[in-house]
């Protein structure tokens, strides 16, 4: 008996494409911009579909991005950083296409916090002034305010809020 031989020609059909879809205001990809502390999803489509998608995050200090959505190229994010731009990285390959990648850049944007002191507060001359805590809106991610303090000059004059 012989030995044969045989060899297995793969073509490649084409080049695999992707796009991408958001859950924020405009559910595009294009100039993305999120506050900090938005969560949101963002969903890479293949073209042909069934490829397997891979999304990482390039600047893990504005964002986290973990798995979930609405499909395998479905990612939440999450911003952690109220500066800077977040990059997301997603590569296709599906066999007998050419692989495909696409980034998504999400500029950060920091979140409003709201500082408000105590309305209307008078202490007679000559008196002492009385412990003053401020009141916060805004707060994300498990922040909070801190030590901060109340600093009332004499007179009628607005109070200055630091240390927040």
């Given at each position: 008996?012989?030995?044969?031989?045989?060899?297995?020609?793969?073509?490649?059909?084409?080049?695999?494409?992707?796009?991408?879809?958001?859950?924020?205001?405009?559910?595009?990809?294009?100039?993305?911009?999120?506050?900090?502390?938005?969560?949101?999803?963002?969903?890479?489509?293949?073209?042909?579909?069934?490829?397997?998608?891979?999304?990482q995050a390039q600047n893990n200090s504005q964002c986290t991005v973990s798995p979930?959505?609405?499909?395998?190229?479905?990612?939440?994010?999450?911003?952690?950083?109220?500066?800077?731009?977040?990059?997301?990285?997603?590569?296709a390959q599906t066999p007998y296409y050419n692989a495909s990648n696409l980034s998504?850049?999400?500029?950060?944007?920091?979140?409003?916090?709201?500082?408000?002191?105590?309305?209307?507060?008078?202490?007679?001359?000559?008196?002492?002034?009385?412990?003053?805590?401020?009141?916060?809106?805004?707060f994300v991610n498990g922040d909070n305010g801190g030590n901060p303090s109340v600093?009332?000059?004499?007179?009628?004059?607005?109070?200055?809020?630091?240390?927040?």
């Amino acid at each position: 008996m012989s030995a044969r031989s045989n060899s297995v020609t793969v073509n490649v059909i084409g080049t695999q494409s992707l796009s991408c879809s958001t859950s924020l205001g405009n559910n595009t990809c294009a100039n993305l911009t999120a506050t900090y502390g938005t969560q949101f999803s963002v969903t890479f489509t293949s073209n042909p579909p069934g490829a397997a998608i891979t999304v990482q995050a390039q600047n893990n200090s504005q964002c986290t991005v973990s798995p979930g959505g609405s499909g395998p190229g479905s990612v939440n994010v999450t911003m952690t950083s109220g500066q800077g731009i977040c990059t997301l990285n997603a590569s296709a390959q599906t066999p007998y296409y050419n692989a495909s990648n696409l980034s998504v850049s999400i500029n950060a944007q920091p979140a409003v916090l709201t500082v408000s002191p105590p309305a209307n507060v008078s202490v007679p001359f000559g008196h002492s002034i009385p412990a003053m805590p401020v009141t916060y809106t805004g707060f994300v991610n498990g922040d909070n305010g801190g030590n901060p303090s109340v600093t009332v000059p004499s007179g009628t004059l607005p109070s200055v809020v630091s240390g927040s």
